[in-house]
C-alpha cells in the first residue's frame, strides 16, 4: 500500500467534513492536492500542498488556510503534529505506531509489496533494443535492452499491461549490405580466397559462421549466380541467422521480447502506402522545397520538390521528407507506418528505447506519432546514452569476433548478467555511463551491485542464525507480521522502516515518469540505511539484531530484517537481477 497516496485519501475525506461543515465551499478542485515526502526530513514524515491549491478557491490565502486544515489534521488518527512552513505547506509528523505498522504490511505482502494499480491494465507497448540484424549486439545495445526491460518489469509492477517489442530493420540498404557481406563468406567457406574485406563491408568474423551454414546447407548453389538471383535469398538467410544470435544474446541477459515486427513485412504489406494516405487525407503532405539546412551547407544539398510531412505543425523543427529522391520511401516513412500499426493494435502509450544516435530523431517521431493517431497516442522516446568500457580506468580493446566493438557476448562472459543489468541502471538513460570492468566485479561499497546483495545476503544471513535457535514456525512472515513491533523504536530502525514504507510510491511515481534507474538509486538508499544499523550493532550490542537476553525484541528486529530482504528482492526483481541467499569472494 502506498502509505502517501493512502493518506491522501484521508486528507479529502477531510476536506470534504469541512465542506459539509460550512468551512470551505462546495465545488473544490482538489486533483492538484498532494501528500509527498517533505523536502527535508528534519520537517516531518508527510507534507501536503492543499492550503496552497484551494486557497483561491475558498477565497482566502494559503497562510490562513493552511492554520485551519492543520488544526484539523491533527485529531487525524496516527499524526501528531502538523506544522505550517513556507508558503501554506502543512508538514505532518506520525506516531512511531503509524511506521511499525508498515513493516506488518511488507511482511504480509511479501516480494508483491510495491505492486499497484496505477496502471489499471491499460496497455503499454514498449519497443527496445531493435538493433539493426548486421551485427552481434554490443554494449550500447546491452544498456538500451536493460532500460527497456526494468521499465516494462516497472510498469508491470505499478499495474500496466505490457507489451515488450524488437523492430527488426530488415529492409534497405544495410542489410543488402549484410547480404553481400554474408556471400563474401560464403564464398570463403567454399574454399575460396577471398583477400583483405572490401571497403563498405561488414568485417566481423561473425560472418564467418554465416557463410559456413549458408555453405552447408546450400553447397555452391549461389556461387555463379548473378547478385540480382542470389542477394534476396541470401539477405533473408543472414538476417534470420543474425537475429537468432541477438536472440540468444538477449536471453543470455535476461531478456524476454514477446513481439518481433519486420520493417521489411510491414513495407511489403503496403502499411506504408497507407499511413501516407492517412496523412494525406488530414491535409498533412505536400510538395515543396526544404531550407538548407542550418551551419555550413553540404556539398551535394539542391534545393528539390520533395514530399514532406507538416512535421512542424506539431512542434518538430522542420518539415520532413517522406520520400527519397529515386521514389522509394525514406525510413522516416517507415517508422511513421510502423507506430501507426502499434496504435491500431490497440496502444495508445508508445514508448521507444533508442540509441544515442538517435536524439536527433526525437520531435519528428513525437510530430508524426500526434498527427498519424489525431492525438490519441503518445510516444515517450527514452534516449540511451553511450556506455564506456573500461578497465582499471583504461579503455577496454575491440572485440576480435566483432572487429569494430566488444560485444554484448564478451561482456557477459566477463562479469555476469546480474553485474551488466544492475549497473546499467546506475545512471539516468540520458547520462553517459562508464563501465569499468573491475569497479563493477569488486567487493566494496563502492560498487552498487555488491553493495545491494550484500544488503540481501545479510539479511539471509541473520534470519540462518536465527532459526539455529528458534523454531521454523516462529520465522515465517506471517508470524514475524504479529511479533511486538512497538519494539523498533531507535532512530536508524525509524529511519529504515520509512524507506521500506516509500517502496510503492517510488514505483509508482517511476513507473509515471518511465524512469527505471529509480529502482536502482532506491536499492541503494535502502541498503545504505540497513548496512548503517548493521555496522552500529558491531559497536553497541543493543543495536544487534539477536539478542538472547531480550526474545520479544529478537522477533521484532527479525521481522525488520525479513521486510527489508522482501522488498529488495522486490526492487531486485524489477531490475531483472537474483537476489543473492549468501555473498562468496
Same mark, same amino acid.
Given at each position: 500500500?502506498?502509505?502517501?497516496?493512502?493518506?491522501?485519501?484521508?486528507?479529502?475525506a477531510?476536506?470534504?467534513?469541512?465542506?459539509?461543515?460550512?468551512?470551505l465551499p462546495a465545488?473544490?478542485?482538489?486533483?492538484?492536492v498532494?501528500?509527498?515526502?517533505p523536502r527535508?526530513?528534519s520537517?516531518?514524515d508527510?507534507s501536503?500542498?492543499?492550503a496552497?491549491?484551494?486557497a483561491?478557491q475558498?477565497?482566502?490565502?494559503?497562510r490562513?488556510l493552511?492554520?485551519?486544515?492543520a488544526r484539523?489534521?491533527?485529531?487525524?488518527?496516527?499524526v501528531t503534529a502538523?506544522?505550517?512552513a513556507g508558503?501554506g505547506?502543512?508538514n505532518?509528523s506520525?506516531?512511531p505506531?503509524?511506521?511499525?505498522?508498515?513493516v506488518a504490511?511488507?511482511?504480509?505482502a511479501g516480494?508483491?509489496?510495491g505492486?499497484g494499480?496505477?496502471?489499471?491494465?491499460?496497455?503499454?507497448?514498449?519497443?527496445?533494443?531493435s538493433?539493426?540484424p548486421t551485427?552481434?549486439?554490443h554494449?550500447?545495445?546491452a544498456?538500451g535492452?536493460v532500460?527497456?526491460d526494468?521499465?516494462?518489469?516497472?510498469?508491470e509492477k505499478?499495474g500496466f499491461t505490457?507489451s515488450?517489442?524488437?523492430y527488426?530493420?530488415?529492409?534497405g540498404?544495410?542489410?543488402?549490405t549484410?547480404a553481400r557481406?554474408?556471400f563474401?563468406?560464403?564464398?570463403e567457406?567454399?574454399?575460396?580466397e577471398?583477400g583483405?574485406?572490401?571497403?563498405?563491408l561488414?568485417?566481423?568474423d561473425y560472418?564467418?559462421?554465416?557463410?559456413?551454414a549458408?555453405?552447408?546447407r546450400?553447397g555452391g548453389?549461389?556461387r555463379?549466380q548473378?547478385?540480382?538471383v542470389?542477394?534476396?535469398?541470401?539477405?533473408d538467410?543472414a538476417?534470420?541467422?543474425m537475429?537468432?544470435?541477438i536472440?540468444e544474446?538477449?536471453a543470455l541477459l535476461?531478456i524476454?521480447?514477446?513481439?518481433?515486427s519486420?520493417e521489411r513485412?510491414?513495407?511489403?504489406?503496403?502499411?506504408?502506402?497507407a499511413?501516407?494516405?492517412?496523412?494525406?487525407?488530414?491535409?498533412l503532405v505536400y510538395?515543396g522545397?526544404?531550407?538548407?539546412?542550418?551551419?555550413k551547407k553540404p556539398?551535394?544539398w539542391e534545393p528539390?520538390?520533395q514530399?514532406?510531412?507538416?512535421?512542424?505543425a506539431?512542434?518538430?523543427?522542420?518539415d520532413?521528407?517522406?520520400?527519397?529522391?529515386?521514389?522509394s520511401?525514406t525510413?522516416?516513412?517507415n517508422?511513421?507506418a510502423?507506430?501507426?500499426d502499434?496504435?491500431?493494435r490497440?496502444?495508445?502509450?508508445?514508448?521507444d528505447v533508442?540509441g544515442?544516435?538517435?536524439?536527433?530523431?526525437?520531435?519528428?517521431m513525437?510530430?508524426?506519432t500526434?498527427?498519424?493517431?489525431?492525438?490519441?497516442a503518445?510516444l515517450d522516446?527514452k534516449?540511451c546514452?553511450?556506455?564506456?568500457?573500461?578497465d582499471q580506468g583504461?579503455?577496454?580493446?575491440m572485440?576480435?569476433?566483432?572487429?569494430?566493438?566488444?560485444?554484448?557476448?564478451d561482456?557477459?562472459d566477463e562479469?555476469?548478467r546480474?553485474v551488466?543489468?544492475?549497473?546499467m541502471?546506475t545512471?539516468r538513460n540520458d547520462?553517459?555511463?562508464?563501465?569499468?570492468?573491475?569497479?563493477?566485479?569488486?567487493?566494496?561499497?563502492?560498487?552498487?551491485v555488491f553493495y545491494?546483495q550484500?544488503?540481501?545476503?545479510?539479511?539471509?544471513?541473520?534470519?540462518r542464525?536465527a532459526?539455529?535457535d528458534?523454531?521454523?514456525?516462529a #520465522? @515465517?512472515?506471517?508470524? /514475524? *507480521?504479529?511479533?511486538?513491533?512497538h519494539r523498533?523504536?531507535?532512530v536508524?530502525e525509524? !529511519?529504515? =522502516?520509512r524507506?521500506l514504507?516509500?517502496w510503492?510510491r517510488?514505483?509508482?511515481?517511476?513507473a509515471?515518469a518511465?524512469e527505471a534507474?529509480?529502482?536502482a538509486f532506491?536499492?541503494?538508499?535502502l541498503?545504505?540505511?540497513?548496512?548503517?544499523?548493521?555496522?552500529k550493532g558491531?559497536?553497541d550490542?543493543t543495536l544487534r539484531?539477536?539478542?538472547a537476553?531480550?526474545p520479544? #525484541? @529478537?522477533?521484532?528486529? /527479525? *521481522?525488520?530484517v525479513q521486510?527489508?530482504?522482501?522488498?529488495?528482492?522486490?526492487g531486485l !526483481?524489477? =531490475?531483472g537481477?537474483e537476489p543473492?541467499?549468501e555473498?562468496?569472494?
Open positions: 500500500m502506498n502509505v502517501f497516496k493512502g493518506f491522501r485519501r484521508q486528507l479529502l477531510l476536506l470534504d467534513g469541512m465542506v459539509a461543515a460550512g468551512e465545488g473544490l478542485d482538489t486533483a492538484r498532494t501528500v509527498e515526502p527535508e526530513a520537517h516531518g508527510m501536503t500542498n492543499a496552497m491549491v484551494l483561491a475558498a477565497a482566502t490565502t494559503p490562513e493552511a492554520p485551519r486544515l484539523r489534521l491533527e485529531t487525524v488518527p496516527g502538523a506544522a505550517v508558503p505547506f502543512v505532518l506520525f506516531a505506531a503509524f511506521w511499525q505498522a508498515q504490511a511488507v511482511l504480509r516480494t508483491a509489496y505492486a494499480t496505477l496502471g489499471a491494465g491499460r496497455p503499454v507497448n514498449v519497443e527496445y533494443v538493433a539493426n551485427g552481434p549486439l554494449a550500447a545495445h544498456r535492452a532500460v527497456g526494468a521499465l516494462a518489469n516497472l510498469l505499478a505490457v515488450r517489442e524488437y527488426i530493420n530488415d529492409a540498404s544495410q542489410v543488402e549484410l557481406s554474408a563474401l563468406r560464403y564464398r567457406a567454399l574454399g575460396e577471398i583483405e574485406i572490401p571497403a563498405g561488414y568485417p566481423g560472418l564467418k559462421a554465416v557463410g559456413q549458408l555453405a552447408e546450400d548453389r549461389w555463379d548473378p547478385e540480382s542470389w542477394l534476396p535469398a541470401i539477405r538467410f538476417v534470420d541467422r537475429m537468432a544470435g536472440r544474446d538477449l535476461g524476454g521480447i514477446t513481439v518481433f519486420s513485412a510491414l513495407v511489403a504489406a503496403g502499411a506504408v502506402q499511413a501516407f494516405e492517412e496523412l494525406s487525407a488530414r491535409g510538395q522545397v526544404l531550407d538548407p539546412p542550418k551551419g556539398d551535394d528539390r520538390p514530399t514532406l510531412f507538416r512535421a512542424t506539431f512542434g518538430d523543427d522542420v520532413r521528407p517522406l520520400r527519397k529522391s529515386d521514389g520511401w525510413y522516416f516513412a517508422d511513421i510502423y507506430h501507426l502499434k496504435f491500431r490497440g496502444f495508445t502509450v508508445l514508448i533508442l544515442a544516435d538517435h536524439g536527433g530523431y526525437v520531435k519528428r513525437q510530430a508524426a500526434s498527427a498519424i493517431t489525431g492525438g490519441e503518445t522516446v534516449i546514452q553511450l556506455v564506456h568500457l573500461m583504461r579503455p577496454v580493446k572485440s576480435k569476433r566483432a572487429g569494430t566493438f566488444v560485444t554484448l557476448r561482456v557477459l562479469v555476469g546480474d551488466v543489468r544492475f549497473i541502471l545512471r547520462q553517459t555511463l562508464e563501465f569499468d570492468f573491475a569497479r563493477v566485479t569488486e567487493q566494496s561499497k563502492d560498487n552498487p545491494v550484500y544488503c540481501h545476503a545479510r539479511c539471509r544471513s541473520v534470519l542464525h532459526a539455529q528458534l523454531p521454523a514456525a #520465522l @515465517t512472515a506471517e508470524a /514475524l *507480521a504479529g511479533a511486538p513491533l523498533l523504536a531507535g536508524e525509524m !529511519a529504515l =522502516i524507506i514504507a516509500g510503492p517510488l514505483v509508482e511515481a517511476a509515471e518511465h534507474h529509480r529502482v532506491y536499492l541503494h538508499d541498503a545504505s540505511a540497513f548496512h548503517t544499523l548493521w555496522n558491531k559497536d550490542t539484531f539477536l539478542s537476553d531480550d520479544e #525484541l @529478537t522477533l521484532a528486529r /527479525l *521481522a525488520l521486510a527489508v530482504a522482501m522488498v529488495v528482492a522486490s !526483481a524489477v =531490475i537481477v543473492v541467499e555473498m562468496r569472494s
